[in-house]
């Protein structure tokens, strides 16, 4: 007898998928280097003010009077910066804090049967337009997400308050649709996915966090310490053991993407093949520090 599926726990989890998705996403370009703005001869035109005011600061809340440029800058340099200072724990927070906001809205516009999809779902009619799985076809591309799923409802203030913060640059729709077409791909992977076995080691895991941030309110994905592309390279050369390959640690989704964007997969390989390798990288310890002052309300 199939259980029947729970709408509300459906969306609630749901909601908290497609926020860290997306909350990868952006902790990617916030921790990657800003590049400088180029000097314009002369400005031709300006960008219009927001309709609302409290739209563009109800994200992030700037208590010393900095403008959106400024507060884009303080949010990479935080990204960066080992210390431990208020100001980078602030930092943090007020991403956590903007990063949930951002979620919120972008998910409240998607399509209800998207909002409460489960594995089950995935492959059963809707209504008149068929399976799901043949109307979001995966990977979902930029013109899937501003033609059928997302953009049409969603409130202008979501791009203005992502452009006003850096993390969209030329602010446009085409330009948010780039950004949320491998969130909702991830979204729809994850919730569609058939159920894995029973896990006590992943179940551990989950419960001791990410072995660089320590979050254990975020999920986790194994990272190959010897990346699965060079094994045969591995072996051959002599760098490690054949019973050494499927050696690998419990990553959040964040610093996951962190450690590919390091190094290389030879040079993790050949270097950086245990997480106290890893942690003796201080690119990878200033990170680690960061992220793990980001918080969801409640957490």
């Known amino acids: 007898m199939a259980v029947e599926s729970d709408?509300?726990?459906?969306?609630?989890?749901?909601?908290?998928?497609?926020?860290?998705?997306?909350?990868?996403?952006?902790?990617?370009k916030v921790s990657q280097p800003q590049p400088k703005a180029r000097r314009r001869a002369k400005a031709t035109s300006s960008r219009p003010a927001p309709a609302s005011a409290a739209a563009a600061t109800r994200p992030?809340?700037?208590?010393?009077?900095?403008?959106?440029?400024?507060?884009?800058?303080?949010?990479?340099?935080?990204?960066?910066?080992?210390?431990?200072?208020?100001?980078?724990?602030?930092?943090?927070?007020?991403?956590?804090?903007?990063?949930?906001?951002?979620?919120?809205?972008?998910?409240?516009?998607?399509?209800?049967?998207?909002?409460?999809l489960d594995h089950p779902l995935w492959k059963q009619d809707q209504k008149d337009d068929g399976p799901l799985q043949s109307r979001y076809a995966l990977p979902l591309t930029s013109h899937d997400v501003s033609s059928n799923i997302l953009l049409p409802n969603l409130d202008p203030s979501v791009a203005e308050s992502l452009h006003a913060y850096g993390l969209l640059p030329d602010g446009t729709a085409d330009d948010l649709s780039t950004l949320l077409a491998p969130a909702l791909t991830s979204l729809l992977e994850t919730v569609t996915a058939v159920p894995p076995p029973p896990s006590a080691s992943k179940q551990a895991a989950q419960e001791a966090g990410c072995e660089l941030c320590g979050r254990d309110w975020v999920p986790l994905t194994?990272?190959?310490?010897?990346?699965?592309?060079?094994?045969?390279?591995?072996?051959?050369?002599?760098w490690h053991k054949p019973e050494d390959l499927q050696n690998v640690a419990w990553l959040c989704a964040a610093c996951?993407?962190?450690?590919?964007?390091?190094?290389?997969?030879?040079?993790?390989?050949r270097y950086y093949y245990t997480v106290d390798r890893l942690l003796e990288q201080d690119e990878i310890v200033q990170f680690a520090k960061w992220v793990a002052k980001m918080r969801w309300k409640g957490r």
Not at 225 to 234: D, E, G, S, T, Y
Not at 259 to 267: G, N, T
């Open 7 to 28: 709408p509300e726990q459906d969306y609630q989890k749901n909601f908290d998928v497609f926020r860290d998705c997306l909350a990868t996403i952006l902790i990617e």
């Open 60 to 116: 992030i809340t700037v208590v010393d009077g900095t403008s959106g440029s400024s507060k884009s800058e303080k949010l990479h340099s935080a990204a960066h910066d080992s210390t431990d200072s208020g100001d980078t724990a602030t930092t943090a927070e007020d991403l956590a804090d903007f990063i949930d906001y951002i979620a919120t809205e972008l998910y409240t516009s998607l399509p209800p049967d998207l909002q409460t």
């Open 222 to 238: 194994y990272h190959h310490l010897i990346p699965r592309f060079v094994h045969a390279k591995a072996v051959k050369r002599g």
């Open 256 to 269: 996951h993407r962190a450690v590919h964007r390091f190094a290389s997969h030879e040079d993790l390989a």
